[in-house]
């Protein structure tokens, strides 16, 4: 039963009560500063993704397949670009994150004993290269980090199929497979369905970790925009919590063949003398740059059309030499006319090019060896475990904004 009070106590009864409110509102919020510095100091960090933070710094994402060992065209297009990236983040606090993505390998078949070795190989040699997770590199097995797929299955809901096959490697499997242009059921039947969806896992390996920069080579360009079309198409339909990335081109020519130098250098060529593994002995480089294709004129011309495997080995040098950093006084062309200018033969090239090369990859090897059976193999497996239970904190605040969205999850 309610005391009444009396008309004088009632003002000083209103007063009383909004201070204690006022105290009590008070002592929530320092709980929540409190909370907040806790968490922030022991490493996790708010829901917000940057973007709706106000963020600056970029978020790089990118993926290698797990081929085992990487050839020279994968250290120029791809891994000495990652390596320059995570130098510049010393200064910029860049956030990068740097995947195998062996879920992508299974859209072809693949032996289990040989895949699993194979993961093993490639994230060593990531190291190798430079890569480093005291340096800001996240590292990690695409396959240790679920949300990926969770994401891709709710952008597979808002994707659109007709843009899935207009892209380029899906028709062109599509025309491997069928001769006669007609979509019988025996030519379908040879291709998979993860063949066909597997731009939209990339897109979620992207979106997922809320990647703002992506190196991609010329021949991903297509996916990325895909991943921008999935990120666009699911903010429209619910709400923006997807960030679009951006593109970031590799500088380096496309590395080909050594053997048939009109194809990109490449594993799946069965003549193992066409490419560089970029653990290759200095001895084993030379033999190869020695034996590759060039033509019957003994003399140096930068002519890609007319004298392609002349200049790939131009190319290589234009990347691999002492000023490849810095000017066009390295470029094919230059590097060309000056070889013409000292009437240089083939052999002086090839010479040239075998040391550059060595110069390039050395000490590689000797750090693959060293991490791929340091403490017995387990030192590879605590630095994959560290990089992929960084890289699901990573991706679950991204996560549960999507689950929320959408109605799969609580509010976040």
């Known amino acids: 039963m309610r005391s009444e009070i009396c008309a004088r106590c009632r003002p000083l009864v209103a007063s009383a009560r909004r201070q204690i409110l006022r105290s009590t509102a008070q002592q929530q919020q320092q709980r929540r500063n409190e909370s907040t510095t806790s968490s922030n100091a022991t490493g996790e960090s708010s829901e917000v993704p940057e973007k709706q933070a106000g963020a600056k710094r970029k978020v790089v994402f990118s993926g290698i397949q797990p081929t085992g060992v990487p050839h020279l065209g994968n250290y120029l297009g791809a891994l000495r670009q990652w390596k320059q ?23 072809m078949p693949q032996e289990a004993t040989a895949l699993r070795l194979q993961r093993r190989e490639m994230l060593a040699a990531l190291l190798a290269v430079g890569l480093d997770p005291d340096k800001g590199s996240t590292l990690f097995f ?98 923006d919590i997807l960030i679009p990335p951006e593109t970031v081109t590799t500088p380096s020519a496309r590395v080909m063949s050594l053997t048939h130098p009109h194809n990109k250098m490449s594993k799946s060529s069965p003549n193992h003398r066409s490419r560089i593994l970029i653990t290759a002995r200095p001895e084993e480089v030379r033999a190869r740059v020695a034996g590759a294709v060039t033509d019957s004129r003994n003399a140096v011309t930068y002519e890609p059309d007319a004298r392609p495997g002349v200049a790939n080995l131009l190319e290589l040098l234009a990347q691999c030499g002492p000023s490849a950093s810095s000017s066009s006084s390295s470029s094919p062309q230059a590097l060309a006319e000056r070889y013409a200018a000292a009437g240089a033969t083939l052999a002086d090239l090839k010479r040239d090019v075998a040391d550059a090369v060595c110069r390039e990859l050395d000490g590689v090897r000797d750090r693959y060896d060293d991490y791929l059976h340091r403490k017995g193999g387990k030192w590879l497996d605590e630095i994959e475990e560290e990089g992929a239970e960084a890289a699901r904190r990573n991706a679950e605040k991204t996560m549960r904004l999507v689950r929320y969205a959408v109605g799969l999850g609580p509010r976040p």
């Open 85 to 107: 990236l995570q130098d510049d983040a010393q200064h910029s606090g860049d956030r990068l994150l740097f995947s195998v993505v062996d879920l992508h390998a299974i859209t």
């Open 142 to 239: 695409q396959s240790s980090v679920p949300q990926h797929a969770e994401l891709m299955w709710i952008l597979s809901c808002t994707a659109s199929m007709g843009y899935l096959g207009r892209m380029t490697q899906w028709k062109s499997k599509l025309q491997m497979h069928n001769k006669q242009a007609d979509l019988d059921d025996a030519a379908m039947n040879k291709l998979k369905l993860g063949l066909f969806s597997y731009p939209v896992l990339q897109a979620a390996d992207i979106l997922v970790h809320r990647a703002t920069h992506v190196p991609v080579g010329a021949d991903q360009r297509q996916h990325l925009e895909f991943a921008r079309e999935c990120a666009t198409n699911f903010n429209h339909t619910f709400k």
